[in-house]
């Protein structure tokens, strides 16, 4: 018996084998975007490799997606980084059964958000084991977010619970990739930190950000090299999302009272620390009553995927 | 067999018979400010009048504080409109025995606190019922809330969910009477707006408030007075108050995800449905995804607290 976890990102497709609670034989390949056919045989070929490889018997796969999934039906839609187009995609009996073609037969397929499934990572077996009532704040290219309230995974009555990103911070503010005006997103999120530099870059601003970019995106170690460079724009434009997280982290824990806030996600986890610790003061300035409140890094890193993926059949 | 409801407030306390999710029989007394001796006597005698008058037997009290009540104890504490200094009162404990005395034998007494309470009622008989995720906020003096999620009252970690008054709406924004900056309740608040409107009142701006007030508070009645009046201050502070509201409550929506708003309280009753309405557009404007949400008037009113206090034994 063996449980793979995949993490299914629109870049790489992460697998490995989790076996209490810790991610082994990890395999990745680029992800295809070129059809859901090409998709589910590549996910397929990864962990039937890892069977092969590890002479595994496969019993449980556990996938996390980055759209809206049904995790009842196991079906994926509205995952515009995976260019599926508008049809839903029935991901788990097709797994299942590219499986069975491939001689596993039997496997137990199930999947949800690739939010929801790193929350359940570090919930079940990372910075939040234990707790009851947590947030989980994924700082990357967006803010995405994810609660456990009273020991169960906050769904929502439409499904959309933990967007955190899309919460309030400045009520005339920059527009967001949403559509919304003044969102966290819009101000914390690299993404929109990475258009608001390039905006300062050619108004005259002189900053470290354009050069170490390249021809690429602003990635989380580029944010990483400036600051260590002492590029006065990225300092600014770090410590705004600092700000902004913290105003949306406290009034989250004002509203909802919970007692552990923990933070992951591209920058969270390469900058380190010391950012986590700013993200803390600023929320603990901005709460209510003062009551104090956790804000930890995450502690699974990159293996939260794939752990959280593989704990969806410890519920 | 009866069940008594008792609103306890910081100027009155209100009892009635609640019978099928209904108020009848209401009694009313000034809140005694002089000590827990005089407070339990005062609410064990409002009772007992009510149980005489119409040849009740009194089985079931429920009772809603304006403090911090522990339900499973049934003390109070930490409420200051009541004067109670700060030791506990063990305020079913003393309710139940001195309704033993006056020869009401056994009954079953059972408190929570206000907002919790009138947040039941509407749940359970008004605005809410047959919900199963929504947010209450009460727009009065202050701005309280409350939470039910997946069909249970939202208490929280540490028993403070639902504080939307004290979410952020400036990060760099006015003193809330809690001694944070930029809360909603500074905005928003009856008292705080009155604060404001003295202030710019002093500082020489026209405005009807300050004659409509007299000696005495800018209660809800002034302001819709001073509306009615065309009075400029009294509508800037009021669209201001809105905007508020809007982003305070697009922000929980988004974070929770429930799928309806109640706003009641003494502004939110006495301002009425078009300015109910002014909520919802302003919250739809801040709102993630442009789902859209219902938010609608508490049905109560002044019995929410009564009926949600009876209804403490429907659970």
Not at 224 to 240: N, R, S, Y
């Amino acid at each position: 018996m063996a449980t793979i976890g995949v993490d299914l990102g629109g870049t790489n497709i992460t697998a490995a084998r989790v076996h209490h609670g810790s991610a082994e034989h990890h395999a990745k390949v680029a992800t295809p975007l070129t059809g859901a056919d090409e998709l589910i045989s590549t996910i397929t070929g990864l962990i039937t490799g890892i069977a092969e490889d590890h002479d595994l018997d496969i019993t449980h796969v556990g996938i996390g997606a980055p759209g809206i999934v049904d995790p009842a039906l196991g079906t994926l839609r509205s995952a515009p980084n995976l260019h599926l187009g508008d049809t839903p995609v029935e991901l788990t009996t097709r797994i299942r059964a590219g499986l069975a073609d491939a001689g596993h037969d039997h496997v137990d397929v199930r999947a949800d958000n690739d939010v929801n499934v790193a929350l359940r990572g570090e919930w079940t077996h990372g910075a939040g084991k234990g707790h009851d009532n947590l947030l989980a704040v994924w700082w990357g290219t967006g803010i995405g977010g994810g609660l456990v309230l009273d020991g169960a995974l906050r769904s929502g009555s439409i499904g959309s619970a933990g967007e955190i990103g899309h919460t309030m911070y400045r009520a005339d503010g920059r527009r967001c990739g949403c559509g919304g005006h003044g969102h966290v997103e819009a101000y914390a999120g690299r993404a929109a930190m990475e258009t608001e530099a390039r905006r300062r870059a050619a108004a005259g601003e002189a900053t470290e950000l354009i050069a170490a970019a390249g021809d690429g995106r602003m990635k989380s170690s580029v944010w990483a090299e400036a600051l260590a460079a002492g590029d006065v724009t990225a300092a600014a434009l770090l410590d705004q999302a600092v700000d902004a997280l913290g105003v949306a982290i406290a009034s989250a824990v004002t509203l909802i009272d919970v007692d552990l806030v923990i933070v992951g996600g591209g920058l969270g986890s390469r900058l380190g620390e010391a950012w986590i610790e700013r993200i803390h003061r600023a929320t603990i300035g901005y709460l209510f009553g003062h009551a104090g409140i956790d804000v930890i890094a995450s502690a699974l890193g990159d293996d939260a995927g794939v752990i959280g993926a593989a704990a969806l059949f410890e519920s």
